[in-house]
């Protein structure tokens, strides 16, 4: 088991920045790839970024590319989403995940574990 708990979301203006981290605890955090997805109500849940095991790969969403930045502290056992340029669009719920290892997969039914949420609104 791997337990997830996002923290950093909150209320910005738009083309302001926001700091999303996911504190991992359990199982070894670094065999995982790690991936924020993001889901409004009613929507489906939304692929944002991923990042491998080991840091060295990402894959992005093609609405965040060039705004948000996926990195992760193995020896922290977290991963962080650094959200730049913030759109009134960005407005939503966040999501931490965590899946095996193989790959940097955009597809939620690939992970495995979810953290709680964390909420975004940004300002117009």
């Known amino acids: 088991q791997v337990q997830l708990v996002e923290s950093g979301g909150g209320l910005v203006q738009a083309g302001g920045s926001l700091r999303l981290s996911c504190a991992a605890s359990?199982?070894?955090?670094?065999?995982?790839?790690m991936a924020w997805f993001r889901q409004a109500p009613g929507k489906e849940r939304e692929f944002a970024a991923a990042?491998?095991?080991?840091?060295?790969?990402?894959n992005y969403a093609d609405s965040v590319k060039g705004r948000f930045t996926i990195s992760r502290d193995n020896a922290k056992n977290t991963v962080y989403l650094q959200m730049n340029t913030l759109k009134p669009e960005d407005t939503t719920d966040y999501y931490c995940?965590?899946?095996?290892?193989?790959?940097?997969?955009?597809?939620?039914?690939?992970?495995?574990?979810w953290g709680q949420g964390t909420q975004v609104t940004v300002s117009s």
């Open positions: 359990g199982r070894t955090f670094s065999a995982y790839t």
């Open positions: 990042i491998s095991w080991s840091g060295g790969k990402t």
């Open positions: 995940a965590a899946g095996p290892g193989g790959s940097i997969w955009n597809g939620y039914e690939k992970y495995d574990y």
